[in-house]
């Protein structure tokens, strides 16, 4: 019994110093022990390297990601619909939204250049190896977390790997916007998970200060797809086409929903296409859609911002009106209220032409 005892204190003494040993040797890692780990822990450099595309969804926006380091947004609508694409290739981010392309910068540029070196290489940091600057171990409340930096654009980058599992927890964007307001912009990941023997977070939350963040969860992972060989190169949309002149507008449904008190029509004409068409708030208009029997369905009243729209009230009386979507967004939609629309027209399609004019 004694024997016993008297070996219990040793034995703890000897946990004690593994324990110690452990933490002090962790806090004792170089910066390339600590990019070592984090690749280990997602599968291994001999694994990853195997990876030459990686692809997934979420919601309606899929991504795609070469090991060279090009990336490839594409928000989709129903069926066939392209709102909009981003492609990020070497220092050039650019973006196609309803057929308006332009180059981005700032942290719409800074984000999704990170993002493509973090795809690259399967949500570890080895493909930012050479530009990263390690600041240590720090405690964060009850956490212990490996510090790195890097810059994105005029953006400097903040990376967070977990000390007990080097998996990439937090990575935050901070600079200055375009009008000199200070921008920060921050990204928290969930625990990764294997998939095809790389692991990768099922989700992740992105949040920037002063504003309401946005949880996207990962669905329809795909490893090593046969994919186009222009994937990365061609920025092009599918929103239909687009005839603007004064007092007149031919396009595409977008998208459409009914309900038992009215339809919902999502249209792919943009406040460009408006403008060329002159049309202003209080304008009588005469909707049609070819695919309608005798190709007219109503008269609608334009509204040019959603402040000018009537109340509620007056709306349900039965009004038929073209304003900015009622969820926001780029383009414009045609309204019916007041009316038992469920299930909507057969006439009705995505892509289907349609067209107004003024009365």
């Known amino acids: 019994?004694?024997?016993?005892?008297?070996?219990?204190?040793?034995?703890?003494?000897?946990?004690?110093?593994?324990?110690?040993?452990?933490?002090?040797?962790?806090?004792?890692?170089?910066?390339?022990?600590?990019?070592?780990?984090?690749?280990?822990?997602?599968?291994?450099?001999?694994?990853?390297?195997?990876?030459?595309?990686?692809?997934?969804?979420?919601?309606?926006?899929?991504?795609?990601?070469?090991?060279?380091?090009?990336?490839?947004?594409?928000?989709?609508g129903k069926e066939s619909v392209i709102k909009e694409v981003i492609l990020v290739r070497g220092d050039k981010v650019q973006r196609n939204s309803f057929n308006i392309v332009s180059e981005l910068t700032g942290t719409r540029k800074a984000v999704p250049q990170t993002l493509a070196k973090l795809f690259a290489g399967i949500f570890t940091l080895q493909k930012f190896e050479k530009d990263l600057k390690f600041q240590g171990l720090k405690t964060y409340g009850s956490k212990k977390l490996y510090h790195l930096t890097t810059t994105a654009d005029s953006f400097k980058v903040d990376l967070f790997l977990a000390e007990d599992d080097f998996f990439l927890k937090r990575m935050v964007f901070q600079g200055m916007g375009q009008e000199g307001e200070k921008v920060e912009v921050n990204y928290?990941?969930?625990?990764?998970?294997?998939?095809?023997?790389?692991?990768?977070?099922?989700?992740?939350?992105?949040?920037?200060?002063?504003?309401?963040?946005?949880?996207?969860?990962?669905?329809?992972?795909?490893?090593?797809?046969?994919?186009?060989?222009?994937?990365?190169?061609?920025?092009?949309?599918?929103?239909?086409?687009v005839e603007a002149a004064p007092g007149h507008l031919k396009g595409n449904i977008?998208?459409?929903?009914?309900?038992?008190?009215?339809?919902?029509?999502?249209?792919?004409?943009?406040?460009?296409?408006?403008?060329?068409?002159?049309l202003k708030t209080g304008d009588e208009l005469t909707f049609m859609n070819e695919r309608a029997n005798a190709g007219v369905i109503a008269g609608l009243v334009f509204y040019a911002a959603a402040n000018e729209i009537p109340p509620p009230n007056e709306l349900a009386k039965g009004a038929r009106i073209l304003s900015p979507g009622p969820r926001g967004g780029e383009t414009y939609a045609i309204q019916f209220f007041g009316l038992t629309m469920s299930p909507p027209p057969s006439s009705l399609q995505i892509l289907a032409p349609i067209e107004i004019v003024k009365k």
């Open 254 to 278: 977008l998208d459409f929903n009914s309900s038992p008190n009215g339809l919902t029509i999502t249209t792919n004409w943009t406040k460009i296409d408006i403008d060329k068409a002159g």
């Open 1 to 76: 019994m004694r024997k016993g005892l008297c070996g219990r204190p040793f034995i703890g003494i000897l946990f004690f110093f593994i324990l110690s040993y452990t933490a002090l040797a962790q806090a004792n890692l170089s910066p390339r022990d600590v990019l070592e780990k984090n690749v280990q822990a997602s599968g291994g450099k001999e694994k990853l390297s195997e990876i030459q595309n990686l692809s997934f969804k979420s919601g309606g926006t899929r991504y795609f990601a070469s090991s060279s380091g090009e990336l490839k947004i594409v928000t989709e």
């Open 188 to 241: 928290d990941f969930a625990p990764f998970e294997e998939t095809e023997g790389a692991k990768i977070p099922l989700s992740w939350f992105s949040s920037q200060v002063g504003t309401r963040g946005t949880l996207t969860e990962i669905t329809e992972i795909k490893i090593n797809q046969a994919l186009e060989k222009d994937l990365f190169s061609k920025l092009d949309v599918n929103i239909g086409t």
